[in-house]
T-cell receptor, first 115, second 113 residues
């Protein structure tokens, strides 16, 4: 157990809809990052939040957005869903300002299927 | 473009065999290097990491990895695998920034008892 929890674990949406995924970080961690993992591929970095501000973003369009709350939990929002958004979405928390400073602790992921 | 390559997507070994999983990255600057593992039904977890110093890094469960800068490689090794090492292994690299992990596609390792 990492102490990082994600919800929901599975969900099905249709094209054009919007989805919100949630993540509770491990106690004491102030950084949350989100990754998209398509089937058979490694995770792709979406963005990272440090103390409620986005401080890094990967190559994802603006319809992928996020929030981090004062308790360091986080949300990932995806608007105008496309079929290619079907993937496992992973949340990771860490104590430092980013992956380069130390270990990431991952949740189990949210499996999104877009029909 | 910056990328991480894991050349073996599937590896099948017998117990007690030696293991080496390849990882190469394409970037000439400073890197931090990681191996993560995902056991069946579990979350991703850190196996070992390299930031600086001794290029031979030891991790959990008897795994080690060697950073060879001239070859842009960070191969994972274990002298004698066990059935419980069955998992998917990911190499990941931070390239000159402190937040974006770039991941390889993963290697699925199956150990036959």
């Amino acid at each position: 157990e990492t102490g990082v929890t994600q919800s929901p674990t599975h969900l099905i949406k249709t094209r054009g809809q919007q989805v919100t995924l949630r993540c509770s970080s491990q106690s004491g961690h102030n950084t949350v990052s989100w990754y998209q993992q398509a089937l058979g591929q490694g995770p792709q970095f979406i963005f990272q939040y440090y103390r409620e501000e986005e401080n890094g973003r990967g190559n994802f369009p603006p319809r992928f957005s996020g929030l981090q709350f004062p308790n360091y939990s986080s949300e990932l929002n995806v608007n105008a869903l496309e079929l290619d958004d079907s993937a496992l979405y992973l949340c990771a928390s860490s104590a430092g300002q980013g992956a380069g400073t130390g270990e990431l602790f991952f949740g189990e992921g949210s499996r999104l299927t877009v029909l | 473009a910056q990328s991480v390559s894991q050349h073996n997507h599937h590896v099948i070994l017998s117990e007690a065999a030696s293991l080496e999983l390849g990882c190469n990255y394409s970037y000439g600057g400073t890197v931090n290097l990681f191996w993560y593992v995902q056991y069946p039904g579990q979350h991703l977890q850190l196996l070992l990491k390299y930031f600086s110093g001794d290029p031979l890094v030891k991790g959990i469960k008897g795994f080690e990895a060697e950073f060879i800068k001239s070859k842009f490689s960070f191969n994972l090794r274990k002298p004698s695998v066990q059935w419980s090492d069955t998992a998917e292994y990911f190499c990941a690299v931070v390239m000159d920034s402190n937040y974006q992990l770039i991941w390889g596609a993963g290697t699925k390792l199956i150990i036959k008892p």
